[in-house]
């Protein structure tokens, strides 16, 4: 059986969004046993209090159980998400008399399957994030009319989550959650102009993601993407690109269409062939490849007028 400890061992991310999301996640080691846990746990306490109060006590023999442990007893880690500290969370709202003070709302562990009652009164409500909950539709957007940015993390519905029409929202993002659990599609989100779907498991671009006319970032970091669609088409506002940290071996003629891009994020790939048509995104200011295996730089990237 598989035992895991309290102990947070590093913190993944504070990421910020456009609507000041600040939310983070941190690692928690998973022990073989629970033997090894509490030995682990108590032996960091021990290493803590010594630091703390700068005794002579000697702090080898704790560090030597916890590295012994560390290289033996964990099978892996578990990720746990936290919402950002500046929101208000459920509990908090329940008791504000004056709702059209909140702009911003973390549901945290909410066991519910719908959006409860209570936002739809927040009037100016202008972030929410989900987090660790099972919300099945975001139903009745239109009733928020000043929400501009929705975060799911850990969100995991019976089915994939449904999305009801919003012309006020702009950024979506999610983390931590089953791709087969996200929106089928995002064009009822008619202004977004920022999808952040980073560490979702993706194995490929989302379902319908150029159909958001509006589109200007696409950040798809740290997924399972092997490759960039051959029919990749024009997405005439997109200006960002992110697909670091992916398995993508090639660039493919088709990125040429991305006529209006700004920044090309590559890094962490195994790219080995770069199509000379990237010679087409005259506009394209910002191009990382580091950490792929190209032997040499791409011909095209020499006639990139604005690459900085």
């Given at each position: 059986?598989?035992i ?21 996640i941190?690692?928690?080691?998973i022990?073989s ?10 032996a960091?306490?021990?290493f803590?209090?010594i ?8 702090a ?6 916890m590295?012994?442990i560390r290289e033996?007893?964990i099978t892996g880690y578990r990720k746990?998400?936290?919402?950002s500290v500046?929101?208000?969370s459920?509990?908090s ?12 709302v973390?549901?945290v562990?909410?066991?519910?399957k719908?959006?409860?009652l209570?936002l739809?009164?927040?009037?100016n409500?202008?972030?929410?994030e ?7 539709r975001?139903?009745k957007?239109?009733?928020?009319p ?6 799911i ?29 996200l ?10 102009e920022?999808?952040d779907?980073?560490?979702t498991d993706l ?9 958001n006319?509006r589109?200007?970032e696409?950040?798809?970091?740290n997924?399972?993407?092997?490759a960039l ?9 997109l200006?960002k690109?992110e697909l670091?940290?992916n ?15 700004k920044k090309?994020?590559l890094?962490?790939n195994?790219?080995?062939k ?5 010679a087409?995104?005259s ?10 295996i190209?032997?040499?730089?791409p011909a095209g ?8």
């Amino acid at each position: 059986m598989r035992i895991s400890s309290t102990i947070t061992l590093l913190i993944l991310a504070c990421l910020p969004g456009i609507a000041q999301h600040k939310f983070w996640i941190t690692e928690t080691p998973i022990f073989s046993n629970k033997h090894d846990s509490v030995q682990y746990v108590e032996a960091q306490n021990l290493f803590q209090k010594i630091v703390a109060k700068q005794s002579s006590q000697s702090a080898d023999s704790a560090l030597e159980v916890m590295r012994v442990i560390r290289e033996q007893s964990i099978t892996g880690y578990r990720k746990v998400y936290h919402a950002s500290v500046n929101f208000i969370s459920y509990d908090s709202l329940l008791k504000i008399k004056d709702y059209s003070k909140v702009n911003e709302v973390s549901l945290v562990n909410y066991p519910g399957k719908k959006i409860p009652l209570e936002l739809y009164q927040c009037k100016n409500l202008a972030s929410l994030e989900l987090v660790n909950t099972k919300i099945q539709r975001l139903k009745k957007l239109k009733k928020l009319p000043q929400l501009t940015s929705v975060y799911i993390l850990n969100n995991k519905p019976l089915r994939s989550l449904k999305l009801s029409k919003s012309k006020s929202v702009k950024t979506f993002g999610a983390r931590g959650t089953n791709p087969e659990l996200l929106p089928a599609s995002f064009n009822k989100l008619v202004a977004l102009e920022k999808l952040d779907l980073s560490s979702t498991d993706l194995s490929a671009f989302p379902v319908g993601w150029n159909k958001n006319k509006r589109l200007k970032e696409l950040l798809l970091t740290n997924n399972k993407i092997s490759a960039l669609p051959d029919d990749l088409t024009q997405v005439p506002a997109l200006e960002k690109l992110e697909l670091q940290r992916n398995n993508i071996q090639a660039i493919p003629a088709s990125v040429q269409n991305l006529l209006n891009l700004k920044k090309l994020s590559l890094n962490y790939n195994s790219i080995e062939k770069v199509d000379p048509a990237i010679a087409k995104l005259s506009k394209l200011e910002e191009l990382s490849f580091y950490n792929n295996i190209l032997t040499s730089i791409p011909a095209g990237v020499y006639e990139l007028p604005r690459l900085q």
